[in-house]
């Protein structure tokens, strides 16, 4: 059945894929022109959504507002609910699907991966990867220079700390920090 599939729809459904196949090379070619035109745009605050970005992004709603530079490697499986903001130097691997919740806030340089590479350096030496989704809930906040592995769920209203690596989800109403990172407290949320 997987010979059946294309790499495209091998990434989407988390199986191993061969990331050099010729239609994710012009897909990711395509994210890069539009960076490119993102990036160099002057687009301010209070000017309404960026037409760039709606045509990189999977989705975006009414308020998202990205700092610039900005990186993703595909933005079609990018899914932001309103009033999303990244700060600058922010980098997304979104090899499978990243949705995040209305009203959350990245620091600079959040780093957002969704691959995976094989333990085995002849297996990763064959171009073979697999993706896996991360979900981040609504209101959360992630601290500058933090990194989200592939797989992980944030829950709503969680607060990540600054540098922090995340490899495990992360429940609702928490503050977690640290590498790796770990609840430090939870929230009473009014």
């Known amino acids: 059945m997987n010979d059946e599939m294309t790499e495209r729809e091998k990434m989407a459904a988390g199986l191993d894929y061969y ?3 010729p239609e994710l090379s012009a897909m990711r ?8 035109d993102f990036n160099r745009s002057d ?4 000017d309404g959504p960026n037409p760039v970005l709606k045509e990189l992004l999977g989705t975006m709603s009414d308020g ?3 700092e610039m530079p900005f990186h993703c490697a595909y933005g079609v ?5 309103e ?3 990244f700060n600058a130097g922010c980098a997304i691997l979104d090899c499978a ?3 995040v919740g209305a009203n959350s806030m990245f620091g600079p340089a959040v780093q957002i991966y969704t691959a995976t590479h094989a333990f085995d350096p002849v297996e990763r030496a064959s171009g073979r990867e697999s993706a ?3 979900t981040i809930g609504h209101d959360v906040w992630v601290g500058g220079g933090a990194i989200l592995c592939p797989g992980v769920t944030i829950g709503d209203n969680a607060v990540i700390g600054a540098g922090s690596v995340v490899t495990k989800d992360i429940p609702a109403n928490v503050v977690a920090v640290g590498n790796p990172c770990r609840v430090v407290r939870e929230l009473e949320i009014g």
């Open 19 to 21: 990331d050099m196949d």
């Open 83 to 85: 009033n999303v903001y």
């Open 64 to 66: 998202v507002f990205i």
């Open 77 to 81: 499986n990018l899914h932001l609910g």
């Open 29 to 36: 070619n395509r994210a890069r022109k539009l960076l490119r």
């Open 132 to 134: 896996q989704p991360i």
């Open 43 to 46: 687009f301010l605050e209070g």
């Open 97 to 99: 699907d990243i949705r």
